[in-house]
């Protein structure tokens, strides 16, 4: 069935993530990004951590599913400690 076309292409977009920064304890930032906010915890997609900016182009630093899993580890022992302060 010609004629058939070729182009050769590189992942550009595959998603929307990261939107909250987080500290290592997965706790949110407020907007000003150097305040934390109290008792709010963020993990997997939403979360900041597993992307960097290398040349202009979006590089993970692990995989997603790994992220939402351990993000999610690192969260909810964070906010367990914060409940047994409050
Ligand atoms: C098509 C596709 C293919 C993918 N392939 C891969 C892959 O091969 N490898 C890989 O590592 N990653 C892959 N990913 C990415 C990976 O699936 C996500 O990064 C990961 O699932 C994010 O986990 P999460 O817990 O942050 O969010 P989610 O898995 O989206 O979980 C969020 C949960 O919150 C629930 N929710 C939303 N709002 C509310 C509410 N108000 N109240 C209660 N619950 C709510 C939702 O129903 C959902 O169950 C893929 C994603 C897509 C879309």
Redesign the pocket.
Known sequence: MPPLYASRTTLGNDGAFGGVKVNPDMQAYKADQKSLVEGLFV????ATGRHCAFNGHKRQAI????W?VSS?FLAGNSATGYLKKV
């Open positions: 993990t997997g997609d939403f995989n997603d599913l790994s939402a999610g």
